[in-house]
């Protein structure tokens, strides 16, 4: 069973940046990844994802804003974060985009003056 460890997360002020790596435990260079939010109170969301050719899709609130990327070499992906808003926060977390593998712990990023 895969997992995943996400890091980097933190406390920012409005308009910083923020970068967050997960580090999968098995090989998944095949595999569409994603990067999903959970705000307290609401439903986990799908922000970012990149398949296998590393072409991303992104959420228009996270549009021009979130980039994605992936080192299949290192069976790691990243979400580049900048400009980051009061609305930015959450726990984040990465996963397969589609057929959910378990969930990690995932990074608390929080956004506040």
């Known amino acids: 069973q895969v997992q995943f460890v996400e890091s980097g997360g933190g406390l920012v002020q409005p308009g910083g940046s923020l970068r967050l790596s997960c580090a999968a435990s098995t090989n998944i260079r095949l595999s569409t990844m994603g990067w999903f939010r959970q705000a307290p109170g609401k439903q986990r969301e799908l922000v970012a994802h990149?398949?296998?050719?590393?072409?991303?899709n992104y959420a228009d609130s996270v549009k021009g804003r979130f980039t994605i990327s992936r080192d299949n070499a290192k069976n790691t992906v990243y979400l580049q974060m900048n400009n980051l808003k009061p609305e930015d926060t959450a726990v984040y977390y990465c996963?397969?985009?589609?057929?959910?593998?378990?969930w990690g712990q995932g990074t608390q990023v929080t956004v506040s003056s």
């Open positions: 996963n397969t985009a589609y057929n959910n593998r378990a």
């Open positions: 990149i398949n296998f050719a590393s072409m991303p």
